[in-house]
């Protein structure tokens, strides 16, 4: 069983910053990467940041050297630390994971319910 709960959205203006955390509750398998990703309005939804299971971690073009993605492998958290806000960062931000049931050979992901971000100009 996986449960994602994200929180720390807000509303901010230009050059804020802002800090989301995901708590996955899981049992009965192995979280392998956990991620964020952003759905602007009237676009689909798309890949800000990732770390994987070996600890490397990997961010879109837009997201670089302002988003930074921290993982604590023991509470099973995943922060994503915001930093130079834009107004086209403005989104609803998903916690993402790929989790591999125990007896299974193929990664599931699961989603949380999102947390909005919105940035003013």
């Known amino acids: 069983q996986v449960q994602l709960v994200e929180s720390g959205g807000g509303s901010v203006q230009t050059g804020e910053s802002l800090r989301l955390t995901c708590a996955a509750h899981?049992?009965?398998?192995?979280?392998?990467?956990m991620a964020w990703y952003r759905q602007a309005p009237g676009k689909s939804r798309e890949l800000v940041a990732r770390t994987s299971s070996d600890g490397t971690s990997d961010y879109s073009d837009s997201a670089k050297g302002r988003f930074f993605i921290y993982r604590d492998y023991v509470k099973k958290k995943v922060d994503l630390a915001m930093n130079s806000l834009k107004p086209e960062d403005t989104g609803v931000y998903y916690c993402?994971?790929?989790?591999?049931?125990?007896?299974?050979?193929?990664?599931?992901?699961?989603w949380g319910h999102g947390t909005q971000v919105t940035v003013s100009s």
């Open positions: 993402n994971t790929e989790f591999l049931h125990y007896g299974r050979t193929k990664r599931i992901n699961y």
């Open positions: 899981v049992s009965g398998g192995i979280i392998e990467s």
